[in-house]
């Protein structure tokens, strides 16, 4: 926030992992990884508190879908009511270059690396319109999704370097043999063939739901009405009364004290920072 100043920022969380839509299309996305604990989930709501004393005035989360999902459909629609827009998502999870554009960046949350277009190829061996298709065939493992077998991430962006598409490989399969130095060439049809359908069960769990209605804040300024709907994301700082009001009792838990917190404050107010 203090380095890029951003006009509007919001944040979306996921929901609880057995109630998200992609168990319905694939019982076994994300299965491999532990169960959420419940002490964590019921911190939730004090997060989002957080976020908005911290003057993130739009907070999302929705039942059945992810944080990714809330995340596309705001960029989408952000992109839709105001054309000179940038979008940047803060996210770590690869999936979501798959959203890039030109008027829509992903940045590492750690790092703060800032991924176009073209790095993303870079990075991943196809541009941001081909990372569904990569994901189908080589499979996510954070995810639980297995891809074809015998088809590692190498030999999806061969494939689909070749012909474009995974809709275009599916229609060409008589031509995948002919691949020069691609291992196991003569095979790799049969096994795509075999597992059509597990392909397009996999292509329709990493697609971004990026349509979901989402109910935006309105502004808080009454002089703004019938302006954008991105006015009620508009940041306007910390709420220092509320903001300090939930960390002093968060500080004050058992076994934390509040000394930490009020050096941090104090820090902080000599620096002239939001947070």
């Known amino acids: 926030m203090t380095q890029h100043n951003p006009a509007y920022v919001a944040a979306a969380f996921d929901g609880p992992r057995d109630q998200v839509f992609r168990r319905d299309l694939f019982p076994a996305y994300k299965r491999n990884r532990e169960a959420q604990p419940p002490e964590l ?12 004393a911290l003057g ?9 879908h992810e944080g990714d999902d809330l995340m596309g459909s705001l960029s989408h629609m952000a992109k839709a009511v105001a054309p000179d827009v940038t979008v940047v998502l803060v996210t770590e999870d690869k999936d979501m270059f798959c959203l890039v554009d030109d008027r829509t960046l992903v940045m590492h949350p750690r790092t703060l690396e800032v991924f176009d277009a073209a790095r993303v190829e870079a990075k991943l061996g196809v541009p941001p319109s081909l990372v569904g298709d990569l994901l189908s065939l080589a499979g996510d493992p954070v995810d639980g999704i297995p891809g074809v077998k015998g088809v590692g991430p190498q030999t999806a962006v061969r494939l689909l370097r070749a012909f474009g598409s995974l809709d275009n490989l599916y229609a060409n399969l008589e031509d995948v043999a002919a691949l020069p130095n691609l291992r196991g060439a003569k095979t790799l049809a049969a096994k795509l063939t075999q597992q059509k359908e597990d392909v397009r069960v996999y292509r329709s769990v990493v697609a971004l739901a990026c349509d979901v209605a989402l109910q935006l804040p309105r502004a808080p300024d009454p002089r703004w009405p019938g302006t954008s709907p991105l006015e009620g994301l508009r940041y306007g700082g910390v709420d220092e009364i509320e903001g300090e009001s939930l960390l002093l009792e968060a500080m004050g838990a058992p076994g934390i004290g509040r000394g930490p917190f009020l050096q941090l404050l104090r820090h902080q107010r000599q620096r002239s920072v939001p947070f």
């Open 56 to 64: 993130c005035r739009g907070v999302f989360r929705s039942t059945r």
């Open 41 to 52: 989930l019921a911190l939730v709501p004090r997060a989002m508190a957080y976020l908005e």
